[in-house]
């Protein structure tokens, strides 16, 4: 069985925005569309955040430095990308 690694995005000293305006949402949904059409191996699960704060964690699957070099790309500052695995207890 082929396990796609998991890797988080995260914002919490970089922050993201605690308002996001149409036109930048509507331009970085459509950057991950073609990120991901050009990329079939990798998937976006999404972004959750806390908007009175602006932390995220952005949770993608694939390949780590693919999707780190994509972040940079579009110029979204962010603390670190971090590979993980799931714990077995």
Not at 29 to 51: H, Q, R, S
Not at 52 to 65: M, P, R, S, V
Request: hydrophobic share 35%; net charge negative; aromatic share 12%.
């Amino acid at each position: 069985m082929y396990f796609m690694a998991r890797v988080y995005v995260i914002h919490y000293n970089k922050r993201l925005p605690t308002q996001i305006p149409p036109d930048v949402a509507k331009n970085l949904k459509e950057a991950i569309e073609k990120f991901l059409k050009e990329n079939p191996d990798v998937k976006y699960n999404g972004t959750m955040w806390d908007p009175k704060t602006g932390i995220a964690i952005c949770d993608w699957e694939g390949n780590k430095e693919k999707i780190e070099n994509f972040m940079k790309q579009l110029n979204i500052p962010y603390d670190e990308v971090v590979e993980v695995q799931p714990l077995s207890l």
